[in-house]
């Protein structure tokens, strides 16, 4: 039988894997992807209790619709801002880009 | 063990594999495909939670435009897998060790909240409910968000466009 604690665990360990992603790599590309992780794990979550805890409302799935619309957005905002990161440094490596850096 | 059971394994498996590979590989080509199934991994498990719009959408935004998106932005970058160059920094291991405490913070309030059981059932056509819901009540949300999407779609052309030097 699974349960709401089942999917809540899958969720906790593919929500650690992103953020172990976008902590530790030096591509921004990289990090970018370690975001999408995350931000998965929170749909599953918010599916889940959607089935699980309030099966007469549909506000899970609706979240979770919003969400994956607007991590569309940040993926698109992201990759243009590292495309013209790369134009004007020629790198898309995070600590190389330290123009700004006390 | 049920079918449900079963299937819900296999997906978490997939899933937590491919994901692995995204978060580890040296290889970034790599770490971008094993994006796919890690997300189809995903919408299997919506179809297992009665969420088949959710699962579609996943497939059509994720799996097909923002992996390609990604494939699209190394190959116009790096150009290449970036096996010559180092791909983690000197605090990965601060970043394992924070990554595995919020994994275990997570692991243990999931598993020992009594989660009450809500009432009510899922309508038998999600679709046509999610279609319902999006233009009655969550008609601004619904608004809100085309609008940062627009912004968004500007803002990624201003931003990536050629700079014009005079």
């Known amino acids: 039988m699974i349960t709401l604690g089942h999917y809540l665990v899958l969720s906790a360990l593919v929500f650690g894997l992103g953020l172990y992603a976008a902590l530790s790599r030096r591509n921004a590309v990289a990090m970018l992807m370690g975001i999408e992780l995350m931000l998965n794990a929170a749909n599953i979550n918010l599916v889940a209790f959607n089935k699980y805890a309030a099966p007469g409302a549909m506000q899970g799935q609706i979240f979770a619709l919003i969400v994956i619309t607007l991590a569309a957005c940040e993926a698109a905002v992201g990759l243009a801002l590292i495309l013209a990161a790369y134009r004007r440094f020629e790198t898309t490596y995070v600590d190389d880009l330290h123009l700004m850096r006390w | ?166």
């Open chain 2, 1 to 166: 063990m049920t079918g449900e059971a079963i299937a819900f394994y296999v997906l978490a498996a997939i899933t937590l594999s491919a994901g692995t590979v995204v978060a580890t590989s040296p290889n970034l080509m790599h770490s971008a495909v094993a994006l796919i199934p890690a997300l189809l991994g995903i919408t299997g498990l919506y179809v297992l939670l009665n969420a088949e719009f959710v699962a579609g959408i996943q497939v059509l935004i994720y799996a097909g435009g923002i992996t390609v998106l990604i494939l699209f932005v190394i190959m116009l970058t790096e150009g290449g897998t970036g096996l010559h160059i180092r791909q983690r920094n000197e605090q990965a291991a601060v970043a394992a060790a924070v990554a595995a405490a919020t994994a275990a913070v997570l692991v243990a309030v999931a598993s020992r909240t009594p989660w009450a059981h809500g009432a009510g059932t899922l309508p038998s056509y999600t679709p046509g409910a999610i279609g319902q819901s999006f233009l009655g009540p969550n008609l601004p949300l619904f608004e809100g968000t085309s609008v940062v999407l627009l912004v968004a779609l500007v803002g990624a052309l201003l931003i990536a466009r050629k700079e014009i030097r005079e």
